[in-house]
């Protein structure tokens, strides 16, 4: 089975702070992806990455970086992280552009 | 630019009630469609999808759909619906080759099964 993890089920952190999330995936995939998921909104992507060293801006990707060094681990960077920036984080993979994405458990992240 | 519309954001049903979840989606290209479930605290696990072939999808948990052309819609359904049904339900479009096959999600159904 395909496994997703993500470094931390929940987070609080203080306004201002540089904030790292952690994904990890255990399949050798291609493509990895980091998601914020709010109430009413769905999921909006903030980050992808098709390969290693590669990303590209998702829909929303104003204050955040990502960094993928290595295939199996795609980190997501909140430089400054804000209140507006409280929300579900969702990273997941895939093979490659032509199968389904598979994903973690999700990071509650509370800026306060 | 493809979009998905999830007609309402709450479903309530009785248990061994039929359950159908609607979808419609816009898109240029041939989609590939997608149904992803979610429970309480828990990530998204992926239901059913369909690329090319059969219209009718079978998934998991004894959910189907049935990609509809002509309508634009992937709907979801299940015969009878069980008490650990309940959770969010996402319906996802990807135009696979065009833009890296980036997925587009609803903005979810949450669904409620009554004893």
């Known amino acids: 089975d395909v496994k997703v993890t993500q470094s931390s089920r929940y987070l609080v952190k203080r306004t201002g702070e540089k904030v790292f999330l952690e994904c990890v995936q255990d399949?050798?995939?291609?493509?990895m992806f980091w998601y914020r998921q709010d109430p009413g909104l769905g999921l909006r992507l903030i980050y992808f990455?098709?390969?290693?060293?590669?990303?590209e801006k998702g829909d929303i990707p104003e204050g955040y970086s990502v960094s993928r060094e290595k295939k199996e681990r795609f980190s997501l960077i909140l430089e400054s992280a804000s209140t507006n920036q409280t929300s579900m984080y969702l990273c997941?993979?895939?093979?490659?552009?032509?199968?389904?994405?598979?994903f973690g458990p999700g990071t509650r992240l509370t800026v306060t | 630019a493809q979009s998905v519309t999830q007609l309402g954001s709450h479903v309530s049903v009785s248990e061994g009630a039929l359950v159908l979840l609607r979808c419609n989606y816009s898109?240029?290209?041939?989609?590939?469609l997608f149904w992803y479930v979610q429970y309480p605290n828990q990530g998204l696990q992926l239901l059913l999808k369909?690329?090319?072939?059969?219209?009718l999808v079978k998934g998991i948990n004894g959910f189907e759909a049935e990609f509809k052309k002509s309508e634009t819609s992937f709907h979801l359904t299940k015969p009878s619906a069980h008490m650990s049904d309940a959770a969010e339900y996402f319906c996802?479009?990807?135009?696979?080759?065009?833009?890296?096959?980036?997925?587009?999600f609803g903005q979810g159904t949450e669904l409620s099964v009554k004893p």
């Open positions: 997941a993979s895939r093979l490659n552009r032509w199968y389904e994405q598979y």
């Open positions: 399949m050798d995939h291609e493509n």
């Open positions: 990455s098709y390969d290693v060293k590669m990303k």
């Open positions: 898109s240029s290209v041939p989609p590939y």
């Open positions: 369909y690329t090319t072939g059969a219209t």
């Open positions: 996802a479009v990807s135009e696979a080759g065009n833009q890296g096959g980036k997925l587009i």
